[in-house]
């Protein structure tokens, strides 16, 4: 099949209009990587990840459209995804695919998608589509899309991250908009937070951690707002964190922990959700004291530290802390 043929092929199984503007996106992106196109005529694995790649980046660009200012008319259902996942695998060699690894992150990505999809930003089903492009390459070629070298053992946390830095950037935006729309409500949010700077949570951390008073108050004034809310949050619930500590470490009591977990949030969580939630208890004292001697430095190729963000997920889980985008969304 020749690779304009591929690409009629994808765009169909996709269910894309002939009218509609991704399909103009793609046809416009193609005349300009025609180039790549015949380059990669005897790699058939090279040609079907072209392809999606100019689907994905022609549909990345339609949320900047000036044509259709609705973006929720350009965003890929749930099974439009799961379709692309799969016209994308397809370009995956048959000696890769019998790889456990690889294997695991493709069924991954389609738990993701089927378990996870309404809760996606709009901006993450946006990207969505070169993301996985980029895992794909990687199986692939050992690299992304833009060169990036990634080991097989570390394509997962490649995935997530991609993830969290589109989520990150989200968020930036909003608050960005928050900051010029409502700054009166950014300065309400400033005077809580700065209330909790109190004999209280300096008697809890002391508690918790054994340190000096006038240390953790120095350590405190450092702290920024978002970090001084979720060690709060902790203190508040640092009861129930005990608890539950004391049910991951008695033998035989995690089906217990399950349990309890389970009822109280009055929902099921999955087994690695368990296994999150697990080790943030266990690690909660070291997680403040990180947070308070900033320890948690920054990966300088995604600008998260992926400890802190595994350990605030757990806590996430158990609403222990709050999720950063749920307070965004209620301000």
């Given at each position: 099949m020749s690779p304009m043929k591929t690409l009629i092929y994808c765009l169909n199984i996709l269910r894309t209009e002939k009218d509609s503007q991704l399909y103009r996106n793609v046809l416009e992106r193609v005349q300009r990587v025609s180039l790549e196109f015949v380059n990669n005529r005897d790699n058939h694995s090279n040609e079907c990840i072209s392809v999606m790649k100019i689907i994905a980046y022609a549909y990345s660009s339609l949320k900047n459209s000036?044509?259709?200012?609705?973006?929720?008319?350009?965003?890929?259902?749930?099974?439009q995804l799961s379709d692309f996942l799969t016209l994308s695998a397809k370009s995956i060699e048959e000696k890769m695919m019998s790889s456990e690894i690889i294997n695991s992150i493709i069924f991954e990505i389609y738990r993701d998608i089927t378990e996870n999809y309404q809760e996606f930003t709009q901006s993450l089903k946006s990207n969505f589509p070169t993301i996985i492009v980029d895992v794909v390459s990687i199986i692939n070629q050992g690299m992304d899309t833009k060169g990036t070298k990634v080991s097989s053992i570390g394509i997962e946390k490649?995935?997530?991250?991609?993830k969290q830095q589109v989520t990150m950037?989200?968020?930036g935006e909003e608050k960005t908009a928050q900051t010029a729309t409502a700054p009166a409500a950014i300065c309400k949010d400033k005077i809580r937070l700065?209330?909790?700077?109190?004999?209280?949570?300096?008697?809890?951390l002391s508690q918790i951690t054994n340190r000096e008073r006038k240390e953790l108050e120095e350590s405190i004034a450092?702290?920024?707002?978002?970090?001084?809310?979720?060690?709060?949050?902790?203190?508040?619930n640092y009861s129930r964190l005990q608890h539950y500590s004391k049910l991951i470490t008695k033998e035989g009591s995690q089906e217990e922990f399950k349990n309890e977990i389970q009822r109280e949030l009055g929902r099921k969580l999955r087994s690695h959700q368990l296994g999150r939630a697990s080790n943030s208890i266990r690690r909660v004292r070291t997680y403040i004291e990180?947070?308070?001697?900033?320890?948690?430095?920054?990966?300088a190729s995604h600008g998260?530290?992926?400890?802190?963000?595994?350990?605030?997920y757990g806590y996430?889980?158990?609403?222990?802390?709050?999720?950063?985008?749920r307070r965004q969304r209620d301000q």
């Open positions: 000036n044509n259709d200012n609705d973006t929720s008319s350009n965003i890929f259902s749930q099974s490649y995935y997530q991250s991609r950037a989200e968020e700065s209330s909790l700077n109190s004999k209280s949570l300096v008697e809890d450092r702290l920024q707002d978002s970090d001084l809310k979720k060690i709060s949050e902790l203190c508040h990180n947070i308070l001697d900033n320890k948690f430095i920054p990966d998260i530290n992926h400890v802190k963000h595994n350990l605030e996430q889980l158990m609403n222990l802390i709050e999720r950063t985008r």
